[in-house]
């Protein structure tokens, strides 16, 4: 309970978390792109722990970690709209962890997405700066933005599966309170006492059968 209150912040907290996560991001994926545009070759392959992490520099002309290539105007369209609609719902955030699926999403795409405005080889077909690789891991080569932008997509399963909402709250803990305070329906109430008098003619019951009835005929 005290985690959970403890994720749960105001509208401008969260957009506080938000911006920042989303500045670290970028501000980190721009200026590893800088080092290598400026400090490799493109092609070359530097390995920094042998093969299990290299830097290579390569110019990727589709999506993160360079699927799609040749479809660069339609991921530079598909990332202005995932920009708009954050900057429309952040808003409704007021999780630290949502405000990090946000944040990390949005730094994500507008780093690829300032390469393919500003980069060669014109306005919004630009190719995006890809150098890191790990060859044992995925056959493919990314950056930065490509990491925050796969991070973000894990934290949002994780805080889907689990439940929580925007808020901070977890969904099943709701419908659990709803259900305790319903009153129980199925709980039988108790039936009206009845009190039966006793049959005066049952046998066995030690009275004297009143004159004129077949009993006192008999006696």
Known sequence: MAAERAAKVGTATALLILVAAAL???GLDQLSKYLVVTNLTEGEVVPVLGTLLQWQFVRNPGAAFSL?????????????GVITFIVWFARRIRS????????LLLGGVLGNLTDRLLREPSF???HVIDFISTPWLIPAIYNFADIAILSSMVLFMLLTIRGIGLDGTREPKRADAT???APAADVEAPGPTTTEEPDADAPGDGRTPLSGTPRSAES
């Open 24 to 26: 670290v991001v970028y």
């Open 68 to 80: 799609a290539s040749g479809m660069t105007w339609i991921f530079t369209i598909l990332a202005a």
């Open 96 to 103: 630290i962890a949502w405000a990090l699926v946000f944040g």
């Open 124 to 126: 919004g077909l630009g």
């Open 179 to 181: 259900t305790d305070a």
